[in-house]
Nanobody, 127 residues
Framework: QLQIVESGGDLVEPGGSLRLSCAAS????????IAWFRQAPGKQREGVSC??????????RYSDFVKGRFIITRDDAKNTVYLQMNNLKPEDTATYYC??????????????????WGQGTQVTVSS
């Protein structure tokens, strides 16, 4: 089973940037579709962005509320998926989680393979 650890969350002012990391072991993360989800207090968890496995083209997908601001990438040498978050807004405040998700052909889906979540990493956007 793929083990994942999220990191990089912090307190940042509106308009600022952060880069979240999703480090995987013991398997090569490039073989798995990976997604970032987030959950704000009192709200349901929602999909943010995903990147398909290298075998399925590594295509990416973004939810409308982060398009043009967030970028998901993968560094195979570091076995890590990143989420670069720019122009952060207070409504981006949430705990961010990284999980292995399902895919359908070239599309990664916001459907976790297992209902098993890590600790996540806290992002707070506030002045």
């Amino acid at each position: 089973q793929l083990q994942i650890v999220e990191s990089g969350g912090d307190l940042v002012e509106p308009g600022g940037s952060l880069r979240l990391s999703c480090a995987a072991s013991p398997y090569a993360i490039q073989a798995f579709p990976i997604a970032w989800f987030r959950q704000a207090p009192g709200k349901q968890r929602e999909g943010v962005s995903c990147i398909n496995s290298a075998g399925n083209g590594g295509t990416t997908r973004y939810s409308d509320f982060v398009k043009g601001r967030f970028i998901i990438t993968r560094d195979d040498a570091k076995n890590t998926v990143y989420l670069q978050m720019n122009n952060l807004k207070p409504e981006d405040t949430a705990t961010y989680y990284c999980v292995h998700v399902l895919s359908r052909s070239s599309y990664c889906l916001f459907q976790p393979v297992r209902d098993s979540w890590g600790q996540g990493t806290q992002v707070t956007v506030s002045s």
